[in-house]
């Protein structure tokens, strides 16, 4: 893997001083929570217990950083060796979204002083979704940070420690693949037991199965969405051609979500309530426009070679995914008449802060670990 | 990779098959009441909305006044207690049991036979016990993930959003005071036995004999429970002919008759079984013994240790 290098450049840039600011802002309003509870900061009630936090930095966020999934299945799995250049960055934002988002939990859950009861065998609870995707996504990030290991120790007079670790490498990778396959799915079979209280537009028993497949499309379109941008921004080679090979898996991906998703509905007989035109039939229909466009643009092998298309296809996948989540945990979810939902300034702000810090860290490594392909042999 | 035609026909057909399938073709079996479980019976018809049950409810279990938040506070917005007298008016709102009228609803926990919040918990915080069947929730174990108030269909559980060190607030039917041979305090000071307590067997018969009566005729209505040492006569309205919470959600021990729509009291409709059933039966399925994990992961190893070798040969080759 000698072809990885750290990039060149100042970390403190302006950008990186706006992402300082924005996470302190962040800091102000979590202390804030700590001291005065949930709702000082959150518009979270007894009928929308969850609300911005856990359906955009956990549900949503490791959905969008299962880009080092995606590319381990293709790479290792699938043996398409001529990716490899950019599993490690994808690897990295991957550990990046996860790890932020096990911090967002800290803060959204009430009881935090008391976080690692779940994991104590007398109080596990294995009939809970909740204890999988909880356990899970904890072993992940472990497995992540074992994963992107090396990258500390590719330098001289590390040889002995980075041989050991890619020696039992594969483990790490086998389960860095079998994690997120067992609670991105479950992430989607959390809503199940909420029964009627989520619109039957989202409603389903393959809310599992489409949540994994939604997962592996969303990775593979964040891939293809880095790739582009940092090419852009940091001034480096496109690499379009690999991107353009990669990105026609997506297709295939995205048939088998739609026919799952519409059958289901059509089988179920609940494909009707698209004509409530309600906030919710509104955005049913821009979550699966959204998902219909990089069908349509990446069937076609000449717009998959424009570098354009390919990342218009990718941002439009990767909000569908989002939409979709956010469909599914917020916008089709109703408890009843009286109660309504809308983040508060400082519950976006947090959020707006965790994305800050997960940039500033992706920015500090690429620039002081190999992580990005050398530019003269890319 | 270009998706040819029948690539697209291939995946197509599993797609359709796929979701051809029923989604509750998983389900675990459901789970029954158990014989020494208890219950309360609430009889609409003959609430008078005087909410002595909140205070008795304040009193039992030592809470100190806070506004609660509910959806339906409108008629008392100042009593915090674990069951609260609610009002639903239809139309004028001028009589009571009439569809232009208003009607009162002790909202209480239902203590579900299968209970969502339950199987939700990561914790195990919330916990049935086997032999009353009285849901309750232990401080020591819960996180606050608020997990238990997405699941239940019934918006019971409560979380104090206002406090630094939250708990999570929800009726567990006095056993404090059961275990000392009293009785729930809501039915314990109901004036007109609106709520009364019982083996939930007994609270079962006792409303479906309740369906039977002839419409006007006179009634002695037990109050507090059912042993019959008090009891109040009261004209019977015509009822619903339906027990509510018999099969709701897959049961549950709180019992409720009325003379209007169900709906009208703000109950949801619910199928016969709970959807923790079919979450777990889904779950239990994927996961049985961690065969399917282990299956997969000692593949996924063999495959990844193949591809990574092949990686460092050819490393070396270059």
């Known amino acids: ?378 | 990779m270009k998706v040819d035609r029948r690539d697209f026909l291939k995946v197509l057909s599993a797609g359709a098959v796929t979701a051809a399938v029923p989604d509750n073709v998983f389900a675990r079996a459901k789970k029954n009441v158990s014989p020494e479980a208890v219950g309360i019976l609430y009889d609409a018809t003959l609430c008078i909305g005087c909410k002595t049950c909140e205070i008795a409810c304040q009193n039992y279990n030592k809470l100190t006044s806070q506004p609660s938040d509910s959806s339906n506070t409108d008629f008392d917005p100042y009593t915090f207690a674990l069951n609260k007298i609610e009002i639903y008016r239809n139309g004028d709102g001028t009589n009571k049991e009439s569809k232009n009228g208003y009607n009162f609803f002790k909202k209480a926990c239902m203590h579900c036979v299968d209970p969502n919040c339950v199987s939700a918990c990561p914790a195990s915080a919330l916990t049935k016990d086997t032999e009353t069947g009285i849901v309750s929730w232990d401080s020591d174990a819960c996180i606050g993930c608020r997990y238990c108030q997405v699941a239940c269909p019934f918006l019971i559980p409560k979380f104090e959003y206002g406090a630094a060190f939250p708990e999570i607030i929800k009726c567990e039917m006095c056993q404090h005071v059961q275990v000392k041979g009293k009785i729930p305090g809501c039915c314990d000071f109901c004036p007109t036995g609106a709520a009364v307590f019982g083996k939930f067997s007994d609270i079962l018969k006792e409303a479906k004999n309740r369906l039977a009566l002839p419409e006007e005729s006179n009634y002695k209505y037990p109050v507090g429970d059912l042993s019959g040492k008090r009891s109040k006569d009261n004209p019977v309205k015509k009822y619903i002919n339906y027990v509510y919470g018999e099969k709701e959600g897959g049961g549950t021990q709180y019992l409720i008759l009325s003379a209007v729509p169900f709906e009208n009291l703000g109950l949801p409709k619910l199928p016969d079984y709970s959807n923790a059933s079919k979450t777990e039966g889904i779950q239990h399925t994927l996961y049985k013994g961690m065969i399917a994990p282990i299956v997969l992961f000692a593949g996924l190893a063999f495959t990844t240790y193949k591809t990574a070798k092949a990686d460092n040969q050819s490393d070396k080759g270059e």
């Open chain 1, 1 to 378: 893997m000698s072809e990885l290098k750290p990039i060149k450049g100042k970390i403190f840039t302006l950008p990186f001083f706006i992402l300082l600011i924005l996470s302190a802002i962040a800091l102000v309003f979590i202390i804030k929570r700590f001291m005065y509870g949930l709702g000082a900061v959150s518009n979270l009630s007894d009928g929308y217990p969850w609300g911005m936090w856990i359906v955009y930095d956990v549900v949503t966020g490791t959905a969008i950083a299962c880009g080092g999934y995606a590319m381990a299945i293709l790479v290792y799995v699938f043996n398409k060796g001529q990716y490899h250049p950019l599993v490690r960055s994808a690897l990295l934002a991957s550990m990046f979204g996860y790890t932020l988002a096990s911090v967002s939990i800290f803060f959204d859950v009430g009881r935090y002083w008391q976080m690692y009861n779940i994991f104590l065998p007398w109080y596990s609870n294995t009939n809970s979704v909740m204890f999988e995707v909880a356990a899970c996504i904890a072993t992940y990030i472990l497995i992540m940070w074992l994963e992107f290991s090396p990258a500390f120790f590719e330098k001289p007079g590390s040889e002995k420690t980075l041989k050991k670790i890619n020696s039992v490498m594969f483990i790490f990778i086998a389960l860095g693949v079998l994690l997120p396959t067992m609670h991105q799915s479950s992430l989607g079979s959390l809503m199940i037991i909420a029964g009627d209280k989520l619109s039957g537009l989202w409603q389903t028993g393959f809310l599992p199965l489409l949540f994994l497949i939604s997962a592996i499309m969303m990775g593979f379109g964040m891939v293809i969405f880095e790739s582009l941008f940092s090419s852009v921004t940091l001034k480096r080679p496109l690499e379009t051609p690999l991107l353009a090979k990669l990105s026609g898996v997506i297709p295939k991906l995205l048939i088998a979500f739609l026919i799952i998703r519409f059958g289901d509905l059509i089988f179920k007989g609940k494909l009707g309530l698209l004509f409530n035109f309600n906030l919710q039939s509104l955005m049913f229909i821009i979550e699966n426009l959204l998902f219909i466009y990089p069908l349509i643009i990446l069937s076609s092998q000449e717009k998959r070679n424009q570098s354009k298309c390919l990342f218009l296809s990718a941002a439009s996948l990767v909000l569908a995914g989002s939409v979709y989540r956010f469909d599914t945990f917020l916008i089709g979810f109703s408890p009843g008449v009286n109660w309504h939902y809308f983040p508060s300034f400082a519950e976006i702000m947090i959020t707006i802060g965790i994305i800050s810090v997960e940039i500033m860290a992706y920015l500090i490594f690429i620039k002081t670990l190999p992580v990005l392909p050398d530019v003269k042999h890319a």
